[in-house]
């Protein structure tokens, strides 16, 4: 199994309140992704790093922003949870930003609510 | 823009019975193909994937899929379910080259009965 550690696994908290998700890794992919899960529709790319302290948008930034100041970590933070952010979110890395040969691997998923 | 279709949010199969999950897509240009699964509790894993090539595309734990470029799909079969098939089929597909582009369908979750 590729060594993805996501943390928080779960979190509750509060309408308002910042919220940080922490995607660890230790297998030196350059690539990495944030995504959420909502019933209905699949997976939606949130944001994206493409090394070291290079990141950019995916389709569902709004609200979120994340950093990456070492390879193997890539937080995500919300710096004010609202309810339309309740969700699970998955971390995933890829050796290659290649569709064809940059096989996906993702952590375990980290369960936000928010009240 | 490209969009993915499971027909189906649960699935509902007995020991033994085939398999038959159900993506078709949007784009009038052959993409990447993906089929990923969710097992409870754990994160995403690739099942198996189209690229070029041959269109039946075989992948783990005896499952298959056919790129059918006429009819936009790209099913999922297996022959006899097992009951460890028990999980969410996420089928995904690329409107470009990157892993970036990636468009996912909303999943189908396999039930198994015994």
């Known amino acids: 199994d590729a060594g993805i550690t996501q943390s928080p696994r779960h979190k509750v908290t509060e309408t308002g309140t910042p919220v940080t998700l922490r995607c660890h890794q230790t297998?030196?992919?350059?690539?990495m992704y944030w995504y959420r899960q909502d019933p209905g529709h699949g997976l939606r790319l949130i944001h994206y790093s493409y090394g070291v302290k290079d990141t950019d948008k995916g389709e569902v930034s709004d609200g979120y922003s994340v950093s990456r100041s070492k390879t193997e970590d890539f937080l995500l933070t919300l710096e004010s949870a609202t309810s339309s952010q309740t969700s699970v979110y998955f971390c995933?890395?890829?050796?290659?930003?290649?569709?064809?040969?940059?096989?996906?691997?993702f952590g375990e998923g980290s369960r936000l609510t928010v009240l | 823009a490209q969009s993915v279709t499971q027909l189906g949010s649960h699935v509902s199969v007995s020991e033994g019975a085939l398999v038959l999950l159900r993506c078709n897509y949007s784009s009038s240009v052959p993409p990447y193909l993906f089929w990923y699964v969710q097992y409870p509790n754990q994160g995403l894993q690739l099942l198996l994937k189209?690229?070029?090539?041959a269109t039946l595309v075989k992948g783990i734990n005896g499952f298959e899929a056919e790129f059918k470029k006429s009819e936009t799909s790209f099913h999922l079969t297996k022959p006899s379910a097992h009951m460890s098939d028990a999980a969410e089929y996420f089928c995904a597909v690329s409107e470009g080259d990157s892993n970036y582009q990636l468009i996912w369908g909303a999943g189908t979750k396999l039930i198994i009965k015994p």
């Open positions: 189209y690229t070029t090539g």
């Open positions: 297998e030196n992919h350059r690539y």
């Open positions: 995933a890395i890829s050796e290659s930003p290649d569709a064809n040969t940059g096989e996906l691997f």
